[in-house]
Antibody, heavy 120, light 107 residues
Framework: EVQLVESGGGLVQPGGSLRLSCSAS????????MSWVRQAPGRGLEWVAT????????YYVDSVRGRFTISRDNGKNSLDLQMNFLRAEDSAVYYC?????????????WGQGTLVTVSS | EIVMTQSPATLSVSPGERATLSCRAS??????LAWYQRKPGQAPRLLIY???TRATGVPARFSGSGSGTEFTLTISSLQSEDIAVYSC?????????FGGGTKVEIK
């Protein structure tokens, strides 16, 4: 069974930074597009960012472009999300999700999520 | 951006009865539509992709239909373990977008 385990969440002040990580196991990581999806309290799911297999293609939702950076290390089976200039509206549970070998795709496996709270 | 709208927001269904959930796209997404099940404290679970293909391990009581802008998720005979929030997602174009969700509860 696919395993995705997120880490790095926590409490941060507005304007601060946080780096989320996702460790993948039980599957071959490199052939898949990988993504971050978030869910704010009381809200629906929101796609945040996607990265292709070799890390050269990156896609972001407008609200985080220029502040967040998605990256991956296929040798370590890991996916990261560097979040800078955080805002209160970035508070959410952040999920790591596996896509397919195509860019725009559904997510067939998800982690349990890591909570990010942006507050003073 | 393609806006996904789900209805109703909450659906109350008796055990064993049929549940019908709707998802509408603001423009055609062809059949690039997925459904997810979300339970508190759990990772979201992919149920349906390609509008009507069940993901691995998904019970046959879950079915999806539709194309273009109108989609439906049907639970043919609601079980207690189906109590959850169901979300649709389009993957025709960036940004990928989700509907707000339909909460299914037991009547």
């Amino acid at each position: 069974e696919v395993q995705l385990v997120e880490s790095g969440g926590g409490l941060v002040q507005p304007g601060g930074s946080l780096r989320l990580s996702c460790s993948a196991s039980i599957f071959t990581f490199s052939p898949y597009y990988m993504s971050w999806v978030r869910q704010a309290p009381g809200r629906g799911l929101e796609w945040v960012a996607t990265i292709n297999q070799d890390g050269r293609e990156k896609y972001y939702v407008d609200s985080v472009r220029g502040r967040f950076t998605i990256s991956r290390d296929n040798g370590k089976n890991s996916l990261d999300l560097q979040m800078n200039f955080l805002r209160a509206e970035d508070s959410a549970v952040y999920y790591c999700a596996r896509g397919t070998n195509m860019g725009a795709c559904p997510f067939d496996s998800w982690g349990q999520g890591t909570l990010v709270t942006v507050s003073s | 951006e393609i806006v996904m709208t789900q209805s109703p927001a909450t659906l109350s269904v008796s055990p064993g009865e049929r549940a019908t959930l709707s998802c509408r796209a603001s423009q055609s997404v062809r059949r690039n539509l997925a459904w997810y099940q979300r339970k508190p404290g759990q990772a979201p679970r992919l149920l349906i992709y390609g509008s009507s293909t069940r993901a691995t391990g998904v019970p046959a009581r879950f079915s999806g239909s539709g194309s273009g802008t109108e989609f439906t998720l049907t639970i043919s005979s609601l079980q207690s373990e189906d109590i959850a929030v169901y979300s649709c997602q389009q993957y025709t174009d960036w940004p990928l977008t989700f509907g707000g969700g339909t909460k299914v509860e037991i009547k």
